[in-house]
């Protein structure tokens, strides 16, 4: 898979940033070759694949958690669009990883 | 051909790599007092520890008299107010039993805060000499036990810090190390592959039922352990936090299911249940980082592998932290508190196995006396609240 992004696992659904990459980086995905709309931070997920609503999220070849949201390939996955199977997830605004601190 | 150190020989026959002077304040109260007992030595091996509260509590005196007659300390100075429930008269009695130099100061009876700081720091100057004439002895890989935790994790921990801290783990236990894995809170969604991996059966169980304890307890809290900074670094879920964190352990045999303060009696590899029995009491089961690293020093860790993601700078009382950088770009930020660069493997420089490598010597390494980043900046946290356990069950460690 192009860098900068990793397929860990041949069953994934998902890829992981190995480096930060900016709106605009061209990353070829399982069907197709599309363009990121918004940067997507080191280590943050994108969709491999379009991943309908209720399906298994998949990293390590192991589930890590389900679709909230129907996901197109090459968007963010992150907490806005799946749920823990276990329990619920805390976070703060800056969940994106880019958001500066935000004042109280 | 194993390489071999000079290590601290205690009357138990374990042995320590420091030789530490530990000061103890037994509640809150007493925490000045010996702190500022402490501060009279910056340039020597004196070093605070304490339990913050007033009532009595079974793990907590456990916990720390495992924690005083640990190999790296050398003598222990209890700091009393006087009028607290910490059982002081056994925790004394605990630590004479090994030969160690002990002494209480109770506040209230020696005279005050002045008073009690002169004596105090005129005692720890008497066992500073002491503990110079500690028999050294010849020390092994398979003599050591090490702990490994992950703080601040991110979305590069799983990939890289992790992983290499479960590579070395697997280098150290076939040089017949013990080693301690824990925090079955993120462990939840891992219960069935790491059951897989028991020495029995019945131990298998064992460590499905950790887990599933753990889950219970942190859906009664409402909280799993994941922590704001975990999403900022692109963790999603407990379960995606759980499989980066579980693949610490390496991929040996697990020997034995331990509880804080259990000491591993082989070499091998242990998951520590850090999770309360019993109904919910006393809050979360680790309130941060450190009580983790408290709790594997409890149960004998000579030191602890510590990866972080978002970065976390912390070290340890007793026994060094060595700190293993996931993330290049926090390396890069925060190069003066990391030991290790995993950040490499997510650039592709160097593999799992060549960063594992380097783990595994850097221990060895700091057994024989080198200091760890944490250790040389002056980092000893330290932290210890309530919990309660009952004692492991018959299948938790069995027979060679």
């Not at chain 2, 210890?384 to 027979?399: E, N």
Request: with cysteine.
């Amino acid at each position: 898979m192009t860098a900068p992004f990793l397929h860990l696992h041949p069953d994934d659904n998902v890829l992981v940033a190995r480096a930060s990459a900016p709106a605009g980086t061209e990353v070829k995905l399982a069907d197709c070759t599309v363009t990121l709309a918004h940067a997507i931070p080191l280590a943050h997920k994108i969709a491999l694949r379009d991943i309908a609503a209720g399906e298994r999220i998949l990293k390590y070849g192991m589930p890590i958690g389900i679709a909230t949201a129907d996901i197109a390939a090459g968007t963010h996955v992150h907490i806005h669009n799946i749920r823990s199977a276990y329990t619920p997830t805390h976070a703060l605004q800056d969940a994106d990883g880019q958001s500066p601190e935000t004042p109280k | 051909m194993t390489e071999k150190f000079q290590g601290y020989l205690r009357s138990d026959g374990r042995k320590g790599i420091r030789n530490t002077v530990v000061v103890a304040y037994l509640v809150e109260c007493a925490h000045f007092v010996a702190s500022k007992i402490v501060a009279g030595f910056d340039d020597e091996d004196v070093q605070l520890i304490g339990f913050p509260g007033c009532f009595p509590n079974e793990y907590a005196a456990r916990v720390m008299g495992q924690l005083c007659t640990h190999p790296n300390v050398g003598a222990v100075l209890f700091v009393s107010l006087g009028c607290e429930s910490f059982d002081k008269v056994r925790a004394k009695g605990t630590v004479a039993s090994t030969g160690r130099p002990v002494e209480t100061l109770v506040i209230q009876r020696s005279g005050g805060t002045a008073k009690t700081v002169e004596t105090g720091r005129a005692w720890v100057r008497s066992a500073l000499d002491e503990v110079a004439k500690v028999e050294r002895a010849p020390m092994g890989i398979d003599e050591l036990i090490i702990g490994t935790i992950c703080g601040g994790s991110d979305g590069t921990s799983g990939i890289s810090g992790n992983p290499a801290a479960g590579k070395a783990f697997d280098l150290l236990i076939a040089e017949g190390a013990a080693c301690i894995f824990e925090e079955t809170g993120e462990l939840i969604s891992c219960e069935d592959i790491m059951a897989e991996r028991a020495k029995t059966p019945e131990l298998g169980e064992e460590l499905r039922a950790a887990v599933q304890k753990a889950e219970r307890y942190y859906a009664t809290l409402g909280y799993g352990s994941f922590a704001a900074g975990n999403a900022a670094g692109g963790l999603s879920t407990i379960e995606e936090k759980s499989l980066g964190a579980y693949v610490k352990s390496g991929d040996s045999q697990i020997s034995g299911l331990i509880k804080p303060g259990d000491v591993p009696p082989r070499g091998g590899l242990y998951l520590m249940d850090v999770v309360p029995d019993g109904e919910v009491r006393f809050g979360f089961p680790n309130i941060s980082d450190n009580a983790e690293i408290v709790e594997m020093i409890a149960s004998g860790a000579h030191m602890t592998l510590f990866v972080t993601g978002r970065g976390s700078v912390v070290g340890s009382a007793i026994s060094p932290v060595i700190k293993i950088c996931a993330n290049p770009d926090t390396y890069r930020a925060l190069e003066g508190d990391m030991d290790v660069n995993a950040g490499d493997i997510i650039e592709g420089k160097r593999s799992i196995a060549e960063v594992g490598q380097e783990i595994r010597d850097l221990v060895v390494n700091v057994a024989k006396g080198a200091q760890t980043k944490s250790e040389a900046l002056g980092h000893r946290e330290f932290i210890l609240t309530y919990k309660s356990f009952d004692p492991i069950g018959p299948s938790c460690l069995p027979a060679v």
